[in-house]
């Protein structure tokens, strides 16, 4: 079933129309009051921001989808589609079925759920199954509406979703050999190589196929596509007569006034069960960002930073960059960042402070006794000291809450390094929310080793407990081979600062806590005394404001990156295997020590005290470790990879990779990829006429650069905490104070 729909609003008919590969060609939305906003960056100046081309990223793709939004039946139809097509990795389910909460609405309200009446509030949880200890995922929340009337983020998260579980599971293919009969084995080459050429028509190439499916095998993904199940359907920001996103235990100054909405009791319960590091909140009505605090209780001297303030700081920043812009600009400008109370304006019962600080925040948090759909129990609303430390950012999707459709982008160039030609509103909050994944916890891996590219990393449904790895990921070299140069890469942070390679004999230089998929509380746990380490290498990943370092093309690699190789720092060692003997397996494990800098906090914060999120916490402190419902989460400051093994056999032997796994992309090896972001091997007079042509495009960018500057006559403003840059749009200093306004904010029309 398609995934786009026509849409004006749930109340009137909406039919399915067949998907369209015309190229995208938006308009200027029209302007209203809610499209009046001054654009404020918080941080860096835009002239000591980078700016990273890459001719690899100007793709084309076979087939181009436009975006359309889905209303609430379209939503429902599609949770279920997805259920039903990847049972493995989906688990649907509802706060009525869940958690036993009443419906919002009546007769008249969510007809096709018909079995009650008024609105279900659908749950979408997707993991592997095969995962050696779920309890230590790292577990990200999605929310597409708070307020129904603001209609981005629902389709959103359920395109992000899909790409999700559709990578994941072409990438489970095929599965072992020696688990299945020669019957199946034939019939899963066949599904895998008609899923991995329909996705790479899709611009989906295999680093993002493989990268996706790294995200579903090793995070715990919980999606509520609308909250508010009834205001979404009834396109009204409220459900009923209440704001849920004033409806949480925190700031409240009526502790009568909160869980009064089945939309805040529906979060209230998936976090009660979980423990999110990270979160992310649609809304609409402005263009921002933002992130704790944004509390009144939080806010003297107005915009006074939290205890986490550097890693939100940075992770705003890079989610700005990573999202991009569009065109037209006046509609699709880049996203500033800053905190909510800097940026939006502060609430009393907000979601994002509650999530962020519900648990150690203890002086803004009391049990709410509301009395709507029957009361709702106390306890529900008392909480430990772990549940609530998520870093639970407000993205303020739009000026417009229910954008043009034209402006809302394809999927053209949506794994792009910067964003591509189909930007628009989906498009680049897709790329938001998988970023937001991705950066929920730090990972390592092994992308070669001399000229072979392993194909292997993380594989879902697939058996990585104890030592598995010993068979799966496996390279050959004859004995007498001195040195062989090993590459790695880092991802889930943003800065490195320090990363090297240990390796020795399976069993001599590592001891027996070694395994294929544990993360230590201290690497040194791993190592004897006989263990190898390479010299101390530091960095960047894709995520930071100065981009990817070492870059790729410093290395061999360079021309694989976009294609068979993710976007990212690429480092590199030479290891010595003069000393091994025929039969010998020598463990390879690069491990990495990132963003040590988020535990560094401002001169003042509120309150004073250490950082108090997990998400910071988890990588910088190893003495962290809090645990509720199940989930641990433990605090660490070395992040290792799953270790690959180098197999030594007898003189003369060709080097090979010997996975139980083969290749099976679409593309040969050394076939060129159709289009740029790679060409694998091209021959010298190809080469020349793509560095030709790319060379050419960067000065005509350059040039139409300058002219657009020149157009939007940017003014800069340095004062506050830090640079920040001002953009005049189409709007007025008038309107702007009107925006912020309690009767702009709290009428139909308000953003958050």
Same mark, same amino acid.
């Given at each position: 079933?398609?995934?786009?729909?026509?849409?004006?609003?749930?109340?009137?008919?909406?039919?399915?129309?067949?998907?369209?590969?015309?190229?995208?060609?938006?308009?200027?939305?029209?302007?209203?009051?809610?499209?009046?906003?001054?654009?404020?960056?918080?941080?860096?100046?835009?002239?000591?921001?980078?700016?990273?081309?890459?001719?690899?990223?100007?793709?084309?793709?076979?087939?181009?989808?436009?975006?359309?939004?889905?209303?609430?039946?379209?939503?429902?139809?599609?949770?279920?589609?997805?259920?039903?097509?990847?049972?493995?990795?989906?688990?649907?389910?509802?706060?009525?079925?869940?958690?036993?909460?009443?419906?919002?609405?009546?007769?008249?309200?969510?007809?096709?759920?018909?079995?009650?009446?008024?609105?279900?509030?659908?749950?979408?949880?997707?993991?592997?199954?095969?995962?050696?200890?779920?309890?230590?995922?790292?577990?990200?929340?999605?929310?597409?509406?708070?307020?129904?009337?603001?209609?981005?983020?629902?389709?959103?998260?359920?395109?992000?979703?899909?790409?999700?579980?559709?990578?994941?599971?072409?990438?489970?293919?095929?599965?072992?050999?020696?688990?299945?009969?020669?019957?199946?084995?034939?019939?899963?080459?066949?599904?895998?190589?008609?899923?991995?050429?329909?996705?790479?028509?899709?611009?989906?190439?295999?680093?993002?196929?493989?990268?996706?499916?790294?995200?579903?095998?090793?995070?715990?993904?919980?999606?509520?596509?609308?909250?508010?199940?009834?205001?979404?359907?009834?396109?009204?920001?409220?459900?009923?007569?209440?704001?849920?996103?004033?409806?949480?235990?925190?700031?409240?100054?009526?502790?009568?006034?909160?869980?009064?909405?089945?939309?805040?009791?529906?979060?209230?319960?998936?976090?009660?069960?979980?423990?999110?590091?990270?979160?992310?909140?649609?809304?609409?009505?402005?263009?921002?960002?933002?992130?704790?605090?944004?509390?009144?209780?939080?806010?003297?001297?107005?915009?006074?930073?939290?205890?986490?303030?550097?890693?939100?700081?940075?992770?705003?920043?890079?989610?700005?960059?990573?999202?991009?812009?569009?065109?037209?600009?006046?509609?699709?400008?880049?996203?500033?960042?800053?905190?909510?109370?800097?940026?939006?304006?502060?609430?009393?019962?907000?979601?994002?402070?509650?999530?962020?600080?519900?648990?150690?925040?203890?002086?803004?948090?009391?049990?709410?006794?509301?009395?709507?759909?029957?009361?709702?129990?106390?306890?529900?609303?008392?909480?430990?000291?772990?549940?609530?430390?998520?870093?639970?950012?407000?993205?303020?999707?739009?000026?417009?809450?229910?954008?043009?459709?034209?402006?809302?982008?394809?999927?053209?160039?949506?794994?792009?390094?910067?964003?591509?030609?189909?930007?628009?509103?989906?498009?680049?909050?897709?790329?938001?929310?998988?970023?937001?994944?991705?950066?929920?916890?730090?990972?390592?891996?092994?992308?070669?080793?001399?000229?072979?590219?392993?194909?292997?990393?993380?594989?879902?449904?697939?058996?990585?407990?104890?030592?598995?790895?010993?068979?799966?990921?496996?390279?050959?070299?004859?004995?007498?081979?001195?040195?062989?140069?090993?590459?790695?890469?880092?991802?889930?942070?943003?800065?490195?600062?320090?990363?090297?390679?240990?390796?020795?004999?399976?069993?001599?230089?590592?001891?027996?806590?070694?395994?294929?998929?544990?993360?230590?509380?201290?690497?040194?746990?791993?190592?004897?005394?006989?263990?190898?380490?390479?010299?101390?290498?530091?960095?960047?990943?894709?995520?930071?404001?100065?981009?990817?370092?070492?870059?790729?093309? %410093?290395?061999? $690699?360079?021309? +694989?990156? &976009?294609?068979?190789?993710?976007?990212?720092? @690429?480092?590199? /060692?030479?290891?010595? *295997?003069?000393?091994?003997?025929?039969?010998?397996?020598?463990?390879?494990?690069?491990?990495?020590?990132?963003?040590?800098?988020?535990?560094?906090?401002?001169?003042?914060?509120?309150?004073?005290?250490?950082?108090?999120?997990?998400?910071?916490?988890?990588?910088?402190?190893?003495?962290?470790?809090?645990?509720?419902?199940?989930?641990?989460?433990?605090?660490?400051?070395?992040?290792? %990879?799953?270790? $690959?093994?180098? +197999?030594? &056999?007898?003189?003369?032997?060709?080097?090979? @990779?010997?996975? /139980?796994?083969?290749? *099976?992309?679409?593309?040969?090896?050394?076939?060129?990829?159709?289009?740029?972001?790679?060409?694998?091997?091209?021959?010298?007079?190809?080469?020349?006429?793509?560095?030709?042509?790319?060379?050419?495009?960067?000065?005509?960018?350059?040039?139409?650069?300058?002219?657009?500057?020149?157009?939007?006559?940017?003014?800069?403003?340095?004062?506050?905490?830090?640079?920040?840059?001002?953009?005049?749009?189409?709007?007025?200093?008038?309107?702007?104070?009107?925006?912020?306004?309690?009767?702009?904010?709290?009428?139909?029309?308000?953003?958050?």
């Amino acid at each position: 079933m398609s995934f786009f729909h026509n849409q004006s609003s749930d109340s009137s008919s909406s039919s399915m129309r067949p998907l369209s590969t015309s190229s995208w060609s938006p308009v200027v939305a029209a302007a209203s009051v809610g499209d009046v906003y001054t654009q404020t960056k918080r941080s860096m100046l835009r002239n000591n921001e980078r700016q990273r081309f890459d001719p690899r990223t100007l793709t084309t793709q076979e087939t181009i989808r436009p975006f359309e939004y889905l209303n609430s039946e379209a939503i429902k139809s599609e949770l279920e589609s997805l259920q039903e097509t990847h049972p493995k990795f989906i688990t649907l389910g509802t706060s009525q079925e869940w958690y036993d909460l009443p419906t919002a609405g009546t007769a008249n309200d969510c007809p096709f759920d018909s079995s009650v009446t008024g609105c279900k509030n659908y749950i979408m949880i997707i993991e592997d199954p095969s995962v050696p200890d779920p309890s230590v995922l790292a577990e990200v929340f999605l929310s597409g509406a708070v307020h129904g009337n603001e209609r981005i983020g629902p389709t959103t998260v359920m395109e992000t979703a899909r790409l999700l579980v559709e990578s994941a599971e072409c990438e489970a293919l095929p599965r072992s050999k020696s688990d299945i009969s020669e019957a199946e084995w034939e019939d899963d080459v066949r599904k895998a190589k008609d899923c991995r050429s329909k996705l790479q028509k899709q611009g989906i190439f295999p680093w993002a196929r493989r990268w996706m499916a790294r995200l579903v095998s090793t995070r715990r993904i919980v999606v509520v596509p609308s909250a508010n199940a009834l205001g979404y359907y009834q396109n009204k920001r409220r459900e009923g007569s209440i704001d849920p996103n004033r409806d949480f235990a925190f700031d409240q100054e009526d502790w009568s006034n909160c869980m009064r909405t089945i939309a805040g009791r529906t979060i209230n319960e998936v976090y009660r069960e979980h423990m999110f590091q990270h979160s992310l909140t649609f809304h609409g009505g402005m263009v921002a960002i933002a992130y704790e605090w944004g509390a009144p209780s939080r806010n003297t001297p107005k915009g006074i930073p939290s205890p986490d303030d550097t890693a939100q700081v940075e992770l705003g920043l890079g989610l700005s960059n990573y999202a991009g812009s569009f065109t037209p600009h006046n509609e699709g400008y880049k996203y500033p960042h800053d905190s909510m109370n800097n940026l939006v304006y502060p609430v009393n019962g907000g979601m994002e402070d509650w999530a962020y600080g519900g648990s150690w925040d203890l002086d803004l948090v009391s049990p709410c006794t509301p009395t709507t759909f029957g009361g709702y129990d106390e306890s529900k609303t008392t909480y430990n000291n772990a549940t609530l430390r998520a870093f639970n950012v407000l993205i303020e999707t739009s000026d417009n809450k229910q954008p043009a459709p034209n402006t809302l982008g394809t999927d053209e160039g949506l794994f792009n390094e910067m964003a591509g030609n189909g930007n628009g509103h989906i498009s680049r909050n897709i790329r938001l929310a998988q970023m937001m994944i991705d950066t929920v916890e730090p990972y390592v891996f092994v992308l070669a080793v001399e000229d072979m590219i392993l194909p292997d990393d993380i594989v879902p449904l697939t058996n990585r407990g104890s030592r598995a790895c010993l068979s799966t990921k496996v390279v050959a070299f004859p004995k007498g081979t001195s040195k062989v140069e090993v590459f790695w890469t880092v991802g889930g942070s943003f800065t490195v600062d320090e990363t090297r390679v240990a390796y020795g004999a399976w069993d001599v230089a590592f001891s027996e806590l070694m395994d294929c998929s544990t993360q230590p509380k201290e690497v040194a746990d791993l190592f004897t005394e006989s263990i190898n380490l390479t010299s101390i290498q530091s960095g960047t990943t894709r995520w930071h404001n100065s981009g990817a370092s070492p870059s790729a093309d %410093s290395t061999r $690699l360079k021309e +694989e990156v &976009g294609g068979s190789l993710p976007y990212g720092p @690429i480092f590199s /060692a030479i290891i010595d *295997l003069s000393e091994y003997d025929v039969g010998d397996k020598v463990a390879i494990m690069p491990y990495a020590k990132v963003d040590q800098n988020w535990k560094n906090q401002p001169e003042t914060t509120d309150p004073e005290v250490p950082p108090q999120s997990h998400v910071v916490n988890a990588r910088t402190n190893p003495d962290w470790h809090f645990e509720s419902a199940g989930n641990v989460v433990q605090g660490r400051l070395d992040w290792v %990879s799953s270790p $690959l093994t180098i +197999e030594i &056999g007898p003189e003369g032997v060709t080097p090979e @990779i010997k996975n /139980a796994r083969p290749s *099976l992309e679409s593309l040969p090896t050394g076939a060129p990829v159709p289009s740029p972001p790679v060409a694998v091997t091209p021959d010298s007079k190809s080469k020349k006429q793509s560095h030709f042509w790319a060379f050419l495009f960067v000065p005509l960018a350059a040039v139409a650069g300058v002219f657009c500057f020149i157009k939007l006559r940017r003014r800069r403003n340095t004062s506050g905490r830090g640079a920040v840059e001002v953009t005049e749009m189409r709007a007025n200093d008038t309107l702007n104070e009107f925006a912020q306004t309690e009767a702009y904010r709290d009428d139909e029309g308000g953003p958050g």
